[in-house]
Nanobody
Framework: QVQLVESGGGLVQPGDSLRLSCAAS????????MGWYRQAPGKQRELVAT???????NYADSVKGRFTISRDNAKNTVYLQMNSLKPEDTAVYYC????????????????WGQGTQVTVSS
């Protein structure tokens, strides 16, 4: 059993910063990719940022230069530092991880967190 638990969402004003955290726990053998996606009301879920275990990153164009993803591989935790937040960043943010479990070391499973609300409003 694997769980992803997010924290750090909230209500902020435009221009403010927030830091999201997501910790993976359970029978984890390895995690290849961890990342963040978001879904605004009436829109499809979209990629925000991802990071491989080796440190390679990928960002949505809309957040480049404002958001920074980082990982602590020893803690199976991924972070998203969000600066210069805009109203259009308002969404539910979901943590995602590609995980191999101790029971199935050669099969990748895609896990999602429960989501954390980020609201940017004056």
């Amino acid at each position: 059993q694997v769980q992803l638990v997010e924290s750090g969402g909230g209500l902020v004003q435009p221009g403010d910063s927030l830091r999201l955290s997501c910790a993976a726990s359970g029978s984890i053998f390895s995690i290849s990719v961890m990342g963040w996606y978001r879904q605004a009301p009436g829109k499809q879920r979209e990629l925000v940022a991802t990071m491989t275990s080796g440190g390679s990153t990928n960002y949505a164009d809309s957040v480049k230069g404002r958001f920074t993803i980082s990982r602590d591989n020893a803690k199976n935790t991924v972070y998203l530092q969000m600066n210069s937040l805009k109203p259009e960043d308002t969404a539910v943010y979901y943590c995602n991880a590609i995980i191999r479990t101790i029971r199935e070391k050669f099969h990748d499973y895609n896990y999602w967190g429960q989501g954390t609300q980020v609201t940017v409003s004056s």
